[in-house]
């Protein structure tokens, strides 16, 4: 998953520019990235996760337990 600072950048130049301060989106990101990993990754039997900081998804990572 790309760094949080590649995150906060993306926000910053979202129309329109949203009034969430950087410690708040680094916490929530750097947040849902511990969770994904730590919790809900073992909870289900497939996942994605896609990147689409370039406004198109490409496929970062995926599992299928089938």
Do not use: C, N, T
Not at 21 to 28: G, K, L
């Amino acid at each position: 998953m790309p760094p949080v600072r590649v995150h906060g950048a993306w926000v910053a130049r979202a129309p329109p520019p949203p009034d969430i301060p950087e410690a708040v989106i680094r916490r929530r990101f750097g947040k849902g990235a511990e969770y994904l990993q730590k919790v809900y990754k073992s909870l289900v039997d497939e996942w994605y996760v896609w990147d689409s900081l370039e406004g198109a998804f490409a496929l970062a990572e995926a599992w299928d337990q089938k």
